[in-house]
């Protein structure tokens, strides 16, 4: 299976500070890497997919990066409603497998 | 738009069958490929399997046979069971659909949560 591991594990920001967070494959994966966020008693959504493609509705504040074995989502100006668990997973395979999630609070 | 919705005993005995159905409404079942993702509570994301509206099913190992999905193209709708459950099975499970382009998880179900428990 290949691991997906995400960094920082939590994390605190500000309203206006620029996001990071990343996510390491443990082979290559290409750009078959999608990120979703996940509030709180609620299904997961999708944010990116194909590394770096906005799924439809998604602001544009967000975005995504990276190939091969490193990823990274970025948020430029973080907002209140921006709370939330992030998830990397990868497509490359099966089975498909997540990142553990990198939860970011205000 | 396709919208998507479990159903399913909310609770279920150690050592039975575990089974949810997913509604598809608001587009074809021959659109995407089906998944189910389970989360137990206070942890991450597991990827249980996917079935194309042909039949073909992928499972993934860790379920060591444990798992069958299903599709009912006519009623539009898909279905999971996972037999032998132990308490590690308790979890929200969610159906979603898998865009066959982009091969990302696009739609997603509400979940329902299932616990085992006797």
């Known amino acids: 299976d290949i691991q997906m591991t995400q960094s920082p594990s939590s994390l605190s920001a500000s309203v206006g500070d620029r996001v990071t967070i990343t996510c390491r494959a443990s082979?290559?994966?290409?750009?078959?890497l999608n990120w979703f966020q996940q509030k709180p008693g609620r299904a997961p959504k999708l944010l990116v997919y194909?590394?770096?493609t906005l799924q439809t509705g998604v602001p544009s504040r967000f975005s995504g990066g990276g190939s091969g074995t490193d990823f990274t989502l970025t948020i430029s100006s973080f907002q209140p409603e921006d709370f939330g668990t992030y998830y990397c997973?990868?497509?490359?395979?099966?089975?498909?497998?997540f990142g553990q999630g990198t939860k970011v609070d205000i | 738009q396709v919208q998507l919705q479990e159903s399913g005993p909310g609770l279920v005995k150690p050592s039975e069958t575990l089974s949810l159905t997913c509604n598809v409404s608001?587009?074809?079942?021959?659109?995407?490929?089906w998944n189910w993702i389970r989360q137990p509570p206070g942890k991450g994301l597991e990827w249980l399997g996917y079935?194309?509206?042909?039949?073909?099913?992928k499972y993934n190992p860790s379920l060591k046979s444990r798992l069958t999905i299903s599709v009912d193209t006519p009623k539009n709708q898909f279905s999971l069971k996972l037999n032998s459950v132990t308490a590690a099975d308790t979890a929200v499970y969610y159906c979603?659909?898998?865009?066959?382009?982009?091969?990302?998880?696009?739609?997603w179900g509400q979940g329902t949560m299932v616990t085992v428990s006797s």
């Open positions: 979603l659909a898998g865009d066959y382009a982009t091969d990302a998880f696009a739609i």
């Open positions: 079935i194309y509206h042909s039949g073909s099913t």
């Open positions: 997973q990868q497509s490359y395979n099966t089975p498909r497998t």
């Open positions: 608001g587009g074809s079942i021959t659109t995407y490929y």
């Open positions: 194909a590394a770096s």
């Open positions: 082979q290559n994966i290409v750009r078959f």
